[in-house]
């Protein structure tokens, strides 16, 4: 198992950094949030030819092979510049649509995913009617998946989007599922692939965590450098400096279980990932909002685009509490050598996009 990135990673996630830096993700977001979404989807198309969404695509639909732990190396550097937008629920779109056993669907749609002519959006079955940003996403899948697989449905929704609710997050637009639409598929299949979407789309909202908390660090480490009280920077208190430590270390806890979970692909360990990543980026929200004072929460200040993001991408595509149970229920009980059955998933697991 190697735990580092190679030179082309490297030099991937330099890439990315590069023109997302470019782009001036702050502004993007503010306008993603204002209603306006072109620059966000005219910086989606170059991500698109960055090769970002064809991750979670097959070669044989114009993709360049399902690459998660590349996928987890892009997604740290989405969440580590803000940038607003369907990102996660395109990625799970992309395995869901290619692991329907049907390839038409799969044929139809998937070049234009990993193109990044077209984002998409998705709800899995559950108690949350919200899909998130389907006033901006060219597609919209609902997987209904019934109380039993042979009474799943995936349908591509048509029809007028509700009004964008609020969020924490201004950037996250939540809009109603239109109902009816055309059946894409049906049967045990669309349920099996929309489990694979979950694991993949719990993998990349953590990954989007991690580079959140990231973010949010690096911004509070230089900001306490800079702000002086009694003559002397912040940082320099003890205090700030055990803040800091300890929002690095659950961090740098979170980074070798997110890319482990990208080699194995276990539930277990994705959910691992997810709580972890999470759980970090949410206390580096909570230290970077008391160490910047009463700036933190302005929004003038480009910080509380990544202030804002961390809980909901803590809650999103399965709480803490859903990812614990998870992680419970996929390891093997004393006395015996196998995983639990069933334990894929745990108990009352959110399927919604949060």
């Known amino acids: 198992m190697k735990f580092l990135p190679t030179g082309e990673q490297q030099a991937f996630t330099r890439s990315l950094d590069a023109l997302l830096t470019a782009a001036d993700t702050p502004s993007v977001a503010r306008a993603w949030a204002a209603g306006d979404p072109a620059p966000g989807r005219a910086l989606w198309t170059r991500l698109g030819g960055a090769g970002v969404f064809a991750l979670a ?31 996660v629920e395109t990625a799970a779109t992309a395995v869901l649509l290619a692991g329907l056993g049907d390839p038409a669907p799969a044929k139809r749609l998937l070049p234009g995913i990993a193109s990044g002519e ?48 609020a ?53 509070t480490v230089a900001y306490a450098g800079q702000r002086t009280q009694f003559g002397v920077a912040i940082g320099s208190f003890q205090a700030v400096k055990h803040r800091l430590a300890d929002t690095l270390i659950a961090l740098e806890f979170a980074r070798p279980l997110l890319f482990g979970a990208a080699l194995t692909m276990t539930p277990a360990d994705i959910a691992a990932a997810k709580v972890a990543a999470g759980e970090a980026a949410y206390a580096a929200a909570r230290t970077a909002l008391q160490v910047h004072g009463a700036v933190g929460y302005t929004e003038e200040l480009d910080l509380s685009w990544w202030l804002r993001k961390a809980r909901p991408l803590r809650d999103a595509w399965g709480t803490p509490s859903q990812c614990r149970a998870a992680v419970l229920s996929g390891r093997p009980s004393p006395g ?13 697991t959110d399927r919604a996009a949060g």
């Open 167 to 219: 969020s924490t997050d201004p950037a996250r637009r939540l809009t109603e599922a239109p109902v009816g639409g055309e059946i894409l598929a049906a049967g045990p299949d669309v349920a099996r692939a929309a489990r694979a979407a979950e694991s993949w789309a719990r993998l990349a909202t953590a990954a989007q965590s991690l580079g959140v908390g990231l973010a949010l660090l690096d911004r």
């Open 118 to 165: 077209v984002a998409a959006t998705l709800r899995i079955a559950g108690s949350d009617p919200f899909v998130l940003d389907g006033d901006a996403a060219e597609l919209v899948l609902v997987a209904d998946l019934g109380e039993h697989e042979t009474a799943a449905r995936l349908r591509l929704a048509s029809g007028p989007h509700g009004p964008a609710r």
């Open 336 to 348: 015996r050598s196998d995983p639990a059955p069933g334990g894929d998933l745990g108990p009352g």
């Open 57 to 87: 695509v097959p070669e044989l639909y114009d993709g360049l092979g399902q690459r998660p732990v590349e996928l987890a190396l892009a997604f740290v550097e989405l969440g580590r510049h803000a940038l607003p937008g369907p990102l």
